[in-house]
């Protein structure tokens, strides 16, 4: 009886320590190896590579994004399938686009899927005039040849201005120019008696007056509104979502370094649009990069719409069908990534 016992007891003890040997050797495996998130679906972006606005997209896409992003030159035309607009866009279909609220408002007429999902920079405007010609104040526009583009945003500014100097717009002679660097040419020519255009335009409009110049500053009157924009059915699509909000968040990232030290951003403008490095450090102070949602978007948006509907000749949108084009909810799912995420 009591060999069997201690025989059991052996066994027992036995097969106890081997289990105690395997559970060490369980304890002793080596964790599973995390793997890296997938990075995100490449993205084709369009804008116009000739402004000073979109440095930080282009910042965003060469350091930022964690998967593939390509930026190209066009506009939301891209985003809708419309023809590109001769001397600012090329053709091909994009995720997302750049434009200032103006061609928002035009493009959602007809394409009301469009969506902002945050303002990028703010451009702020200016006039520069030719004191020779008699220009003192913005009143002595009267009559006077101006380059400018009447469609777009600097055209929506200059006519604010002109207002609050009890002028109408057709008060002056607006001379569109294209390319851009056309109008500089003109001024120097006498040509044109003022610029009213985005930079570095205006920067060289005022270089090559030199003394004779006068400038008057928007500053609180209108700043352009660089955006981002896509569509509701991009959004709609988780793939594409997913990438567009890790986009969002590259250029919260990337606008943060432009604030800090904005000479990686100023290198690939200048290589983006062939401007002189001079003329892309001097004209850097008339943008502010917010990288947010401006609290303003929708006010800017009500006021420019009932201008572009007078132009149109069509019935302008109320408040709550422009709401509908701003979308808030990809910038604050990019704020909760952590930076670089």
Not at 44 to 68: D, R
Not at 168 to 175: H, L, P, R
Request: net charge negative; hydrophobic share 45%; proline share 5%.
């Amino acid at each position: 009886m009591t060999s069997r016992f201690n025989r059991r007891f052996v066994l027992a003890a036995g097969i106890a320590a081997a289990a105690v040997s395997l559970a060490g050797c369980a304890s002793r495996a080596p964790a599973p190896v995390a793997t890296a998130p997938a990075a995100p679906a490449a993205l084709a972006i369009y804008g116009n590579k000739q402004t000073f606005e979109i440095a930080p997209v282009l910042l965003a896409a060469s350091h930022y994004y964690p998967g593939q992003a390509s930026v190209n030159m066009g506009s939301i035309a891209n985003l809708v399938g419309a023809p590109s607009v001769p001397g600012f866009g090329t053709d091909g279909a994009a995720d997302l686009a750049t434009n200032a609220e103006t061609q928002l408002l035009r493009y959602s007429v007809e394409n009301p899927n469009l969506r902002v999902v945050m303002t990028v920079t703010e451009g702020l405007y200016r006039i520069v005039a030719r004191r020779s010609a008699g220009i003192a104040t913005v009143a002595d526009l009267r009559g006077k040849r101006v380059a400018t583009i009447p469609q777009t945003s600097s055209g929506y500014f200059l006519k604010l201005m002109l207002e609050r100097a009890g002028l109408q717009f057709e008060d002056i002679v607006a001379v569109p120019i294209t390319p851009l660097a056309g109008m500089t040419q003109a001024l120097a020519r006498g040509e044109v008696d003022a610029v009213v255009i985005w930079e570095p335009e205006s920067e060289n409009a005022a270089q090559v007056l030199g003394d004779d110049r006068v400038e008057f500053s928007g500053h609180g009157v209108y700043r352009e509104l660089f955006n981002l924009n896509t569509t509701a059915e991009k959004l709609a699509d988780p793939v594409t979502r997913r990438a567009i909000v890790r986009f969002v968040r590259a250029i919260i990232d990337a606008s943060s370094e432009v604030r800090r030290d904005p000479a990686r951003a100023q290198e690939l403008v200048r290589v983006a649009g062939t401007f002189d490095a001079t003329d892309v450090v001097e004209s850097w102070e008339h943008h502010t990069w917010l990288a947010g949602i401006a609290p303003d978007l929708l006010d800017v948006m009500e006021v420019q719409e009932r201008w572009l509907a007078q132009q149109a000749n069509r019935p302008a949108r109320d408040r709550a069908q422009l709401a509908t084009l701003i979308d808030t909810s990809v910038y604050a799912e990019a704020l909760a990534l952590a930076p670089g995420e």
